[in-house]
């Protein structure tokens, strides 16, 4: 499909180890966006990346969270010596346009992927 | 800051109306998204206010009043397959490429019931 796509979709971890995880936006789509999202709680934003650039990152809750996106397409996540608090649901997300692009009205819609859950043991 | 509230959970038949409330304090503000959300699925872009008023699309409305920092979708004639969380979020004022993150709130759960 032309979709975001996500993986894995499940990854356990033990409680020490490092975990990547990785996103193939839709292609073309200029602004790629990470989003944690605990058990019944809303997405929080993590990082944002306009192209390769990583313009944002305010939202990362550590210095054990780090993310790229070298080409300007596929994102990976890392997050190091996992801890229990880092289970969660990571979602990513893309639009087509930045908001320079789009303009400040534009509604520019974020397609999101299907989350990886990490349960950290 | 953003500081999204909406209640936790509601319950509605189906057939019927409901409306989900969303009020909002932000510093700054470029627009309300309503995004539907079953339970292990991604979040999927329903509605999207940045002018004061009423957005209707097929069964589902939303509504903007700036003034007031609130929101509401409406979805009507509820089909069993509405029953999901609905997330409210608002986007920053554009200020910058790094300032265009959506705020959630923690969202709605309904259930439709027969």
């Known amino acids: 499909g032309a979709g975001v796509s996500q993986s894995p979709r499940y990854k356990v971890a033990k409680r020490g180890q490092d975990v990547a995880l990785r996103c193939d936006p839709i292609?073309?789509?200029?602004?790629l966006f990470w989003y944690q999202q605990a058990l019944g709680q809303g997405p929080e934003f993590l990082t944002y990346f306009q192209n390769e650039a990583q313009l944002d990152k305010s939202g990362l809750p550590s210095d054990r969270f780090f993310a790229e996106r070298p080409e300007g397409s596929v994102s990976t996540l890392k997050i190091q010596r996992t801890q229990q608090e880092d289970s969660a649901v990571y979602l990513c997300?893309?639009?087509?346009?930045?908001?320079?692009?789009?303009?400040?009205?534009?509604?520019?819609?974020?397609?999101f992927g299907p989350g990886t859950r990490l349960t950290v043991l | 800051g953003q500081n999204i509230d909406q209640p936790t959970e509601m319950t509605a038949t189906e057939g019927a109306i409901v409306q989900i409330n969303c009020t909002y304090q932000t510093s700054g503000f470029n627009g309300l998204f309503w995004y539907q959300q079953h339970a292990g699925e991604a979040p999927t872009f329903l509605s999207y206010n940045v002018l004061d008023g009423l957005e209707e699309k097929g069964r589902f409305s939303s509504f903007l009043s700036r003034s007031k920092g609130y929101s509401y979708l409406l979805l009507k004639e509820l089909q069993m397959k509405d029953s999901a969380s609905y997330l409210c979020a608002v986007r920053d004022a554009y200020s910058g490429a790094g300032s265009y993150q959506l705020t959630f709130g923690k969202g709605t759960k309904l259930s439709v019931i027969p």
């Open positions: 997300a893309s639009s087509l346009k930045s908001p320079g692009l789009a303009g400040g009205r534009s509604y520019n819609e974020q397609f």
């Open positions: 292609s073309g789509h200029v602004s």
